[in-house]
């Protein structure tokens, strides 16, 4: 007879573009979890927690053509409803509900689902943590983005990144003049801005065809946006913008560039202002974004230039043509839902993004004026280049590994009350020792406890010169009397984080 379905084995897996966090893993997400959120705190930010799901209304309309990577729930009881594709939208929801509140400083702490292409060594998943800063409520122009830039910088600082990242910015108002000058419609301006934004992923002629035969833009228009969106460099890009008497002619563009050299300005003031790089090409394809926008590139980040390499003064130059290569396979498609870790084309990404966003919370209640600017940190993406760096023998203060200080064995054939537990075969009990990752542990033994002593060892050294060094203790274990063991134990506990942080030390 065949097998029932119930009784066939079953393929446990986790859903796609999720995963299960468990000992070192998780250890090092909590330590960068922790960290972020601690530099946020000190910087004033009070911490709001909002649903996991919103109503439908409420996230629709609001994310541009990613609106399509939004989870829908089945109805449940009369409500349509989504699970959350950020936490900013949600604050914005919360702003309009509570108009007693003008100002604010937001930190949040939190899972987010989208259903995007995973590549989880990458970071890329459908249901990974953000952690997000905002300021909402009034401030003259450029003192709060130009905050949020500087905590930025400070929470990679204390990630311990030290200067392996760049902070890229643009300004949507800039972007927009931008477009209209070079003659693009005002109802494909989004549209196209979005096809920008794929810059950092893909090649010109891919994003030109994408304007052109896709988005219908005239093919003389793309090749104007070419001419700025190769553009980099930093205080001498808004110098030289503020030459370009088109530019300056367009009313948007003339407001993001004359506050782009404010920015400059109190950047400076920061001390931030050699993180950060003025990028044409950024787009950041969400909707509510109204100002200045920004995302931070670690080294590990950078896929390809679009376009060619930076010159000397931080701007760039068109590159050669290449030349023509004979034929190249064609590839494959990738099922949408396939996981991309092992395409080389794929690449982490932003680590970190956000903006300012003036009209967000007037959707959910017209006529409110609570201007927001804020950045979300991407913690997987995170997660992943950490522990990139930490495979290559980096170390970072921020995260430990949770293990205890001290196993307790008991050995003997009546220690069962000493143990508090059943006593297992010593070889047993020293296997538990060494998963739980102590570096001591104290062995209770029947002529030890007669006499009101036991045995400290040292658990877990290998090595053959270390085990000599240090005899006895790495041996059998060292008699002490049990009044002691508090005040010994802390000794060598002393002594083993000593030995971690002079290792820690020689291999940087």
């Known amino acids: 007879m065949g097998k029932n379905k119930q009784d066939q084995k079953q393929d446990l897996k986790t859903a796609k573009g999720t995963r299960d966090w468990s000992d070192e893993d998780q250890n090092v997400l909590k330590g960068i979890l922790d960290t972020i959120s601690r530099v946020i705190r000190e910087n004033a930010g009070k911490e709001l927690v909002t649903p996991v799901f919103e109503l439908e209304e409420v996230l629709k309309g609001k994310y541009g053509e990613d609106s399509k990577l939004i989870y829908d729930l089945k109805d449940q009881g009369g409500e349509a409803l989504s699970l959350r594709y950020d936490l900013t939208v949600p604050f914005a929801r ?94 494909k301006l989004r549209p196209i801005s979005s096809a920008v934004d794929k810059l950092d992923k893909a090649p010109w002629e891919e994003v030109r065809r994408e304007m052109v035969e896709t988005k219908g833009l005239e093919p003389e228009v793309a ?106 396979k064609e590839k494959k498609p990738v099922a949408e839902d396939e996981d991309r870790s092992d395409d ?39 997660f992943a280049i950490t522990k990139e760096r930490i495979a290559k023998g980096e170390k970072f203060d921020y995260i430990t590994d949770n293990a205890m200080d001290v196993y307790v064995m008991a050995f003997g054939s009546d220690m069962t009350e000493s143990r508090i537990a059943k006593k297992p075969k010593p070889n047993v009990q020293y296997k538990f020792a060494e998963t739980a990752g102590a570096p001591l542990g104290i062995i209770l033994g029947e002529e030890e406890e007669k006499n009101g ?22 041996d059998k274990g060292i008699v002490v009397k049990m009044a002691d063991v508090g005040k010994e134990c802390r000794r060598l506990l002393d002594e083993v984080k000593l030995e971690q942080k002079t290792q820690s030390l020689s291999l940087k």
Do not use: H
């Open 344 to 382: 080389p084309s794929v690449t982490v990404g932003s680590v970190a993004a956000g903006g300012r966003y003036d009209n967000l919370v007037s959707r959910f209640r017209p006529n409110a004026n609570v201007p927001c600017v804020g950045v979300s940190f991407g913690i997987n993406r995170i």
């Open 94 to 187: 919360w702003l309009a509900m509570n108009p007693n509140i003008s100002n604010y400083k937001r930190l949040a702490v939190d899972k987010v689902w989208r259903r995007d292409q995973p590549a989880l060594a990458k970071g890329r998943l459908r249901e990974f943590y953000q952690c997000d800063l905002d300021f909402a409520g009034p401030s003259d122009p450029m003192i709060a983005d130009s905050e949020i830039i500087a905590i930025i910088v400070e929470v990679f600082e204390t990630l311990g990144w030290n200067g392996r990242y760049t902070v890229k910015l643009n300004d949507r108002r800039v972007l927009d003049g931008m477009f209209e000058v070079c003659g693009v419609p005002e109802d």
């Open 223 to 328: 090749d104007k946006i070419k001419g700025y969106v190769m553009l980099k460099g930093g205080k001498d890009l808004v110098e030289k913008l503020q030459k370009d008497e088109a530019l300056m002619a367009n009313p948007k563009a003339k407001l993001g560039i004359e506050e782009m050299s404010l920015l400059f300005r109190y950047l400076a003031a920061w001390k931030v202002v050699d993180k950060v790089n003025f990028d044409l090409s950024l787009a950041r394809g969400l909707d509510y974004y109204t100002g200045i926008i920004y995302e931070v590139r670690a080294e590990e980040s950078t896929s390809f230039s679009a376009f060619d390499t930076p010159t000397s003064n931080g701007a760039t130059s068109q590159p050669e043509k290449p030349k023509q290569e004979s034929k190249k």
């Open 453 to 474: 002593e036991l045995r400290i060892k040292r658990l877990g050294i290998q090595d053959e010169k270390e085990k000599e060094r240090l005899g006895e203790l790495a």
